[in-house]
């Protein structure tokens, strides 16, 4: 239990006091009244003795009295009713509160850290997070105390409140006190009245209420005597008269009011009964409910105060007083529920309201100086000293002679005499008829009745030794008669007086208690007495530290089923369950769950009670256990009642913020549930903003905004296809974020202004970002165009179960405009959509989010002027749909859904987008520290206007074959009102598309030219000239192609550079399908600056992705080799044959019927093709799937070779139709240059001009040229293909480069087989130089061998057995250096194959010959070969050896390259 203010040995004696009545004439009363009290008020704070009192026991041992407390009260005739007690008690409690602000700064903002609190509060301990070591320290610190004076108060009045009963006598009364005034005219008669009218109150069976103690009641008569305003001798002379009639014991003569009312604020005197009369006043009790309130009034007082004495002066039955109705008597012709008294009126709450301020005004006892407390406690103690006290004892001696001379009696003789003594009695009945009964009733004058009187009074007088005995055996006679009622009123005091017994001789008898509660309970069926019980045996648990008995005592009266006749039992549980819950958290390991648990189970039992406040108190403090445990759904209840009673109380902030909780956290509750909670909240929060309609708008906690997905788009949405027209896909906020992605176009940028600047990129650059998200850098402030609008993207999130509707959504902004200067040309603006001049803002009508789904909207700005704006958040009203939970068929893009839906209530409200900056790494500091660094993607800075321009593909492919040219248009528009210039595309694929070299001039513009019209320039044939090659040239620098140029930065050929606002171009593209099959991305960069020059934005740009999808055409592979033969028909020597396979790859899937190889062109700065060798005399060279050609043509050198620039090409052109394609133009040369792009980023090296001796290295690099050729083969084929019956002819080109003799080259580059693994080999490397020295390979090329022989000859072997054929060797020194050469003829074939198929002859003569040839020196041996029978000859036997002049190693040239050189021998 909650600490008191009062220890148990306190509170128990000061429950159980003499009662006293007080019988008073009018004159009397009007006395009193003069203070604005009765009497027994006026006596009420002097009722406690100050000092002790002495009396003897029976056994005439004297025995002292401590702190004795005496009850004095006016007679009342009528018991009070149940109802009226039960309103008194739950007005009591309610004006018992915790101290102002505790409760509501507890719930303020959603914060529930609670203290155990209230007003008797002696020190504040917070309540941590971690309440069990709290509560450890709480509990053994001497300044704790969690106090529930509430509870207190109850109790106080409950027990003061008990109605008497026949089966006990505590509270009945003991003597009666006769006041009389000394100004009557006769005041002795008045006694005499008064005497009498007791007399007949007591002994009139018309009266069974009140009760007394013993029949002959003590008389104690008081005069009353004004000494401002009586006769003090008359006063005397009566007194004196008292003292002869009724002895000096039995009189008083008090002296009050010295002093008149109306001098009452001259003078501060204490008010001491102030704290009585606001205890026990129902008027004083303010009404915490909402509705009228009833109070009851005494009509004839000044200050309308209905005491529990029930004072009135009116006169009825002749009477002096009027013995009426008890003051908690409610009126029988009215409601119970609504009044109390019918000679009372009923009020509203505003009258009440003022009655309660002019009482706050009343001063009591204002005719009374100190001097008069004095007096008035005097008489007090003489009234306790000379009259009750004495009383009192020979009262107990009387009684104790009694049993005393009835002990040595028989049982049965003892019985015998109680049945005598209860001729009246009810029989006897069985155990089960007594459990429905309260059992026996016993006549006033029976023994056992006495024997309890004389526990009763020795129990009031703490003699409590003595009581427990008469009790203990009052208890045995009850229970022998099976009296349950009397048996548990005797088993209660026992237990009471052994624990209050001074010494503690035995230990608290708790059954006896349990045995008690039970009987009233269960079998007396009477709940008033068995929550006395309760409450006296807990707080004996509790002040003996047995803490989990006193929680299961105080739980077991609080049942739901639990009534006291009808009236509700809601309050007293409430009381009890707290009560219960404070013994859980004051155990030695504090239990407090239980503790959260049983202050839930309170609130409850308040809340149906009507105590709204303490019922939010309960809550509020359980709140702070169950928080942040994981326990959603007990979190939900404890918010959404905390909200409703918040509510209830008018607390409407705290209402908004239990109510936001239960909102925000991810509810694990049914969608009826979280709908019925969100329309409490909705409804609260709209009763909060209506109270305060002009002020700023409040945070709404729905739906959940992911700040950090926020995105920020730069410009207008990107428009539609339109039919063949294709716009470019630039930016948007329907693309995904790909890093990989966004570094290449940012690498594209750079590479493009690197390239404006000259190859420097400016150190103020910055990549153009026109979505900002979470992964984008955002430490800058973002750059928009006036006229040009903002999308913000907000990322919205509905938790609940049930969907949520947004209405008037738009964006918070605050701007501040700026002149063309760049200065604040006006003071700072919050401009929340006040001012569309300046920032246009778009209000979407509807947003539906349904159940816990996760949508975006995206709202727009249209700012109209330049300065800085920032975005604050969003603004919408909240609401749900009307009948319904969820809504099929909404599309989950952003929108409006205009008028679709009825909203069943709304509120306006808004969120803030709050973007957190990524977390500083950097510094030392920043790494240790946690530091986060700005983010202002919301805040951009509105600049000038700048060009805008928009591009449009037209009739763009999504397919292409590998290699296949398409020609395409692309329009260029600027929608601005800035022209634009500098126009250039930047691409990672720059081989993809061209827009042609200079001489593309003459193509004609009209995208309306036929689907069969050539995409290249031809020219018509003569067929006579088929197989000869047409030479051309071209130069790489017309193409924009050069040493170093940058072949990915394209410009585009605006005319005059400069495209004006409105204005549109339409430019031809041409495309070739990438070597590789599959998808391909190609991203376009357009770049684009004004014509006048911005100071923040330079340049702009415009992206756009191409997606095509290529499959396979043709796989080209060639090799070149040397001719055997040393010249032609020109008498040029260094001939080359070129071959080259053409396989058709492409399995039809794409509609292709088949391939025509329509034209061979080679490109070479020193080599051109300058026949076909083709023997097939098949002019058409068609493919279809998976047919392979071969092809052979014969390469010579450049005439022109020597004299022609670095940058010019040679082009021949070998036709194998009617028309040639002209390759050295558009689009040919255009896409041959690219694909050399990379080549050609190479500079070449210059030769040397000194014709002396070649270093060793110049050499070197000679002999490695002589393997190397530079000659490229471009083949062009159309491709007929069959498309919805219809047929199409495709055209394509592939280039094939040819870089070293004897290696294959292939028109697309090989996948890489893996390699095999292999295990790992360590080796230590040696300390040598990389060798200059050219490889194998290279040095077999340096010596071209050739044999000249007749390839029959005839000889007569009958004539002569040996047949010699002349054969001459020529040798070609194809490198510029010096060379030494070493030919061994000595070289026998040994392989049993090469025998079989040659037969063997010999060399005649020398067999080794040595020479040295000069740079492109050709030299001829004479040689002579023996043959000596007929057969056929490989004379290709010569092994030829080479070395440079200033080297050492010797190589063998390679002969595999050279066809067998076969004669055949005849015989004639």
Not at 976 to 984: E, F, Q, V, W
């Amino acid at each position: 239990m909650a600490q008191c203010v009062q220890s148990v040995q306190e509170l128990i004696p000061d429950s159980f006091v003499p009662c006293v009545a007080a019988l008073c004439s009018d004159e009397a009363e009007r006395l009193t009244r003069l203070n604005h009290l009765s009497f027994a008020e006026l006596l009420k704070p002097f009722s406690r003795l100050t000092s002790e009192v002495h009396m003897r026991d029976p056994n005439n041992q004297l025995h002292i009295i401590k702190n004795l407390k005496i009850a004095v009260s006016n007679i009342i005739t009528q018991p009070p009713q149940p109802a009226a007690i039960r309103k008194l008690l739950n007005d009591v409690v309610s004006g018992s509160q915790p101290a102002e602000g505790l409760v509501a700064n507890v719930i303020t903002a959603g914060d529930y850290d609670l203290n155990i609190s209230d007003r008797s509060i002696k020190a504040s301990v917070p309540w941590y997070s971690n309440w069990k070591d709290t509560l450890m320290e709480m509990k053994e610190s001497s300044l704790y105390t969690a106090t529930t004076p509430w509870f207190e108060s109850y109790r106080e009045t409950f027990l003061q409140s008990m109605p008497s009963s026949d089966h006990e006598f505590l509270n009945h009364y003991l003597a009666c006190m006769l006041v009389v005034s000394s100004s009557e005219s006769d005041p002795m008669e008045q006694f005499s009245k008064l005497s009498q009218e007791q007399h007949r109150i007591q002994h009139n069976n018309d009266y069974s209420y009140p009760k007394w103690f013993i029949p002959n009641t003590l008389k104690y008569y008081v005069l009353l005597h004004d000494v401002s305003a009586g006769d003090e001798q008359r006063a005397e002379s009566i007194y004196e008269e008292m003292k002869q009639k009724y002895g000096t014991q039995g009189c008083y003569l008090l002296k009050i009011n010295s002093r008149t009312s109306n001098r009452a604020s001259d003078e501060q005197i204490p008010d001491p009964w102030s704290q009585y009369l606001q205890k026990n006043s129902i008027q004083n009790q303010e009404s915490y409910e909402d509705g009228p309130c009833t109070i009851t009034s005494n009509k004839s007082s000044d200050n309308n105060l209905l005491s529990l004495d029930g004072l009135d002066n009116e006169v009825k039955d002749g009477l002096p007083n009027n013995f009426r109705a008890h003051p908690l008597q409610l009126d029988q012709s009215s409601d119970p529920s609504n009044s109390m008294d019918g000679q009372d009126h009923v009020k509203s709450a505003s009258s009440l309201h003022e009655t309660k301020k002019a009482n706050a005004g009343v001063i009591h006892g204002a005719c009374l100086t100190l001097t008069d407390h004095d007096r008035i406690r005097q008489f007090i103690q003489e009234f306790t000293f000379r009259g009750l006290l004495p009383h009192i004892e020979k009262t107990i001696r009387q009684l104790n002679d009694q049993l005393i001379s009835r002990k040595g009696l028989s049982r049965s003789l003892f019985s015998a005499t109680k049945k005598w003594f209860s001729g009246s009695k009810v029989p006897e009945k069985s155990i089960n008829e007594l459990k429905n009964t309260s059992g026996l009733l016993y006549p006033p004058e029976a023994p056992e009745l006495q024997i309890r009187k004389m526990a009763d009074l020795c129990f009031l007088v703490q003699h409590y030794d003595l009581a427990y005995n008469c009790y203990h055996t009052a208890k045995k006679d009850f229970l022998n008669d099976q009296a349950m009622l009397y048996a548990a009123g005797a088993l209660e005091m026992a237990a009471v007086s052994a624990f209050l017994q001074p010494g503690a001789p035995r230990p608290y008898p708790a059954h006896y208690m349990d045995t008690a509660i039970q009987t009233y309970r269960d079998i007396c069926k009477n709940m008033v007495l068995a929550e006395r019980c309760v409450l006296l045996s807990a707080e004996i648990l509790k002040s003996q530290s047995k803490y989990s008995e006193a929680a299961a005592l105080l739980i077991r009266l609080t049942s739901e089923q639990s009534t006291w006749k009808g009236m509700d039992s809601d309050l007293r549980s409430a009381l009890l369950l707290e009560q219960a819950a404070h013994c859980f958290i004051n155990m030695k390991s504090p239990m407090v769950r239980k503790y959260a648990f049983h202050m839930i189970l309170a609130g409850h039992r308040f809340s149906k009670a009507g105590q709204k406040k303490h019922a939010l108190r309960c809550y509020c403090q359980a709140m702070q256990v169950y928080k942040g445990k994981g326990w959603s759904l007990a979190e939900d209840h404890i918010n959404f009642t905390i909200g409703r009673q918040s509510y209830t109380l008018r607390q409407l902030d705290n209402a908004v913020s239990a109510f936001r909780h239960i909102l925000i956290n991810e509810s694990k509750q049914s969608a009826t549930q979280q709908g019925a909670f969100l329309r409490e909240y909705l409804y609260v929060y709209k009763n909060v903003s209506q109270l305060s309609p002009d002020g700023p708008l409040p945070q709404l906690p729905l739906p959940y905004i992911n700040s950090s997905a926020t995105r920020v788009f730069f410009g207008h949405d990107r428009r539609p296809a339109d039919g063949e027209k294709q716009a470019a896909t630039h930016v948007s906020l329907d693309q995904e974020y790909d890093c990989e992605s966004s570094q290449q176009w940012r690498e594209l940028e750079e590479h493009v202004v690197a390239v404006v600047n000259k190859g420097i990129i400016p150190s103020n650059f910055h990549p153009t970002q026109y979505c900002l998200n979470s992964y984008s850098d955002n430490s800058r402030f973002p750059l928009a165009v006036v006229e040009e609008p903002i999308t913000v993207e907000v990322a919205f999130r509905n938790p609940l179960k049930v969907p949520l509707l947004l209405t008037d959504l738009s964006l918070v902004w605050k701007f501040q405009p700026k002149d063309v200067s760049g200065k604040d040309n006006e003071e700072i603006k919050e401009l929340v959509t006040s001012q569309p001049e300046m920032i246009g803002t778009e209000v979407i009508s509807e947003f539906l989010i349904n159940s816990e789904e996760s949508k975006v909207a995206r709202l727009k700005l249209f700012p109209h002027h330049i300065g800085e704006l920032h975005i604050l958040g969003v603004v919408y009203n909240l609401g749900t749909i009307q009948g319904s939970m969820t809504v099929d068929g909404i599309g989950a893009l952003p929108g409006c859904h205009t008028g679709k839906h009825s909203l069943s209530m709304s509120v306006r409200g808004r969120q803030d987008l709050e973007i957190q900056g990524p977390r500083l790494n950097n510094t030392k500091e920043e790494k240790t520290s946690i530091k986060y660094g700005p983010d202002r993607r919301l805040d951009p800075i509105i600049t000038e206007e700048m060009p805008l321009l928009e591009v449009f593909f037209i009739h763009f492919p999504t397919g292409l074959l590998c290699g296949e040219i398409r020609k395409a248009y692309v329009e260029f528009v600027n929608v601005s009102k800035c022209p634009l210039t500098g126009l250039k595309v930047v691409s990672k694929r720059p081989e993809f598309f061209t827009f042609g070299g200079n001489t593309a001039v003459l193509t004609p513009l009209s995208p309306s030219a036929s689907e069969n019209c050539s995409a290249y320039k031809t020219v018509v044939t003569d067929s006579t000239s088929v197989c000869a090659a047409l030479i051309s040239s071209a130069s790489s620098v017309d193409f924009g192609i050069g040493i170093r140029s940058q072949p990915e930065v394209i410009p585009v050929p605006l005319p005059d550079t400069v495209l004006l606002p409105g204005a549109s171009v339409q430019l031809p593209m041409w495309l070739r399908g990438p070597d590789e099959e599959g998808v391909h991305e190609i991203n376009f960069l357009f770049y684009y600056e004004s014509v006048k020059k911005q100071p923040k934005i330079q340049h702009r740009i415009l992206r756009h992705t191409a997606v095509i999808c290529t499959s396979r055409s043709l796989n080209i592979r060639a090799t070149v080799c040397r001719s055997n033969s040393l010249e032609d028909e020109e008498g040029r020597g260094g001939n080359m044959l070129v071959f080259v396979d053409v396989e058709n790859t492409n399995t039809s899937e794409a509609g292709v019927k088949e391939f025509h190889i329509a034209q061979v062109s080679s490109s070479s700065k020193h080599w051109s093709l300058q026949k076909s060798v083709n023997l097939s005399e098949n002019k058409d060279a068609k493919l279809a799937s998976r047919e392979k050609g071969k092809f052979c043509f014969k390469a010579v050198k450049c005439k022109e070779a020597a004299t022609q620039s670095a940058e010019k090409y040679t082009f021949a052109d070998i036709i194998f139709g009617n028309e040639q394609i002209i390759s050295s133009t558009s689009p040919c040369a255009d896409f041959f240059f690219r694909s050399l792009s990379s080549e050609l980023k190479k500079p070449q090296t210059q030769q040397s001009v000194n014709t002396g001796k070649h270093s060793a290295e110049e050499a070197v690099r000679m002999i490695q040229k002589c393997s190397e050729v530079d000659l490229n083969i471009v083949i062009l084929w159309k491709a007929y293909v069959i498309e919805d019956s219809k047929q199409l002819i495709l055209e394509g080109q592939h280039h094939v480069i040819l870089h070293t003799i004897g290696k294959e080259a292939f028109s697309y580059r090989q996948k890489q087989e893996p390699p095999e693994m292999e295990l790992l080999k360590f080796f230590r490397p040696e300390n040598s130089t990389v060798s200059s020295r050219p490889s194998v390979d290279q040095l077999s090329n340096i010596i071209k061998t050739s044999l000249h022989y007749p390839e029959s000859f005839n000889h007569p072997f009958h004539q002569k057995s040996l047949c010699l054929v002349p054969v001459t060797l020529l040798l070609s020194n194809c490198s510029k250096a010096d060379v030494d050469v070493i030919v061994d003829l000595r070289h026998k074939t040994t392989s049993p194959e090469a025998l079989e198929t040659h037969g063997s002859f010999t060399w005649l003569g020398q067999t080794q010959y040595k020479l040295q040839l000069k740079s492109q020196e050709i030299h001829s041996l004479q040689l002579k070969a023996c043959f000596v029978h007929t057969g056929v000859y490989n004379l290709g036997t010569p092994r030829v050896f080479a070395k440079l002049s200033d080297q050492v190693t010797v190589f063998e040239t390679s002969q595999q390259n050279s066809m067998p050189a076969l004669i055949i021998i005849n015989n004639i």
